[in-house]
């Protein structure tokens, strides 16, 4: 992995990036840090072209997106535009919004636009990920996590993996084992920490201070062609830019090559 590979995912900077000049300030702190590419989320209204020109004018590379969940699913050519503007082929499934996993109808569905709306995304040269949480695995449809059946019932050519490595632990899987099982269709990865705090919650934490194999999970992703390694911290102990630069730090120190 090299260091023009790693993004930061800017829901980790939801709260300084509510209109454009909070973007822009934003932006020049992420690309001072060392930071060259970013993946537009939780950012307010702001213009296409004036996200373009913010991002390039600091020398950021947007490399994905996420995308309202409904709106992939049911607006999808809107979606497919918004990504001409962007100038980036990559976008992911963010959250299984309205999904009963008790409900077979509803799972069914969910998969079957998923793959429809992959097919779109292909046929405009995108690609359209799916980003997990826990509930993929808390919640088996039919003794079966919702995950494996996600890539089993879906195209490779259609849906490709955003696996986050937080959330599949959490929900009991292995990161390393499932990076091996979606090799070749993981464009792009969340690099996201866990540990266990002293209240003996799981919680949220910077790139190397949590327990998660990087070495071995970043290996792993590389041999199946993952392009993009996007560090993302759902919650911050502190100022979020402080976190996203310590897990800069430790990646480059430690983890890229």
Known sequence: MKLSQVAIQLYTLRDFCKTAPEVAATAK??????YTSVQISGVGPVP??????????????????????????????????????????????????????????????????????????????LQLGYHNH??????????VPFLERVYAETSPENIVAELDTYWVHRGGGDVVEWV????????????????????GEPTFCEIGAGTLPFKR?????EAGGC???????????????????????????????
């Open 48 to 125: 296409e072209a004036e996200l373009v020109a913010i991002f390039k004018g600091e020398g950021l590379t947007i490399c994905a997106t996420h995308e309202p969940s409904l709106k992939i699913l049911d607006e999808t050519d809107a979606v497919i535009e918004r990504l001409h503007k962007l100038g980036t082929k990559l976008t992911a499934y963010p959250y299984p919004n309205g999904i009963d996993f008790d409900n077979p109808e509803h799972v069914n569905t969910l998969l079957r636009k998923l793959d429809a709306a992959g097919a779109k995304f292909r046929a405009a040269g």
């Open 227 to 257: 392009e993009w390694f996007i560090v993302e911290q759902d919650v911050c102990p502190g100022d979020p830019f402080d976190s996203i630069r310590q897990s800069y730090d430790y990646i480059r120190a430690n983890l890229a090559s």
């Open 134 to 143: 826990a509930n993929e695995f808390y919640r088996p449809v039919g003794g």
């Open 217 to 221: 999970i970043i290996a792993e992703a």
């Open 180 to 199: 091996k099982r979606v090799k070749g269709r993981t464009p792009f990865i969340h690099l996201k920490d866990y540990k266990v705090n002293p209240a």
């Open 29 to 34: 702190k992420v690309r001072a840090i060392g």
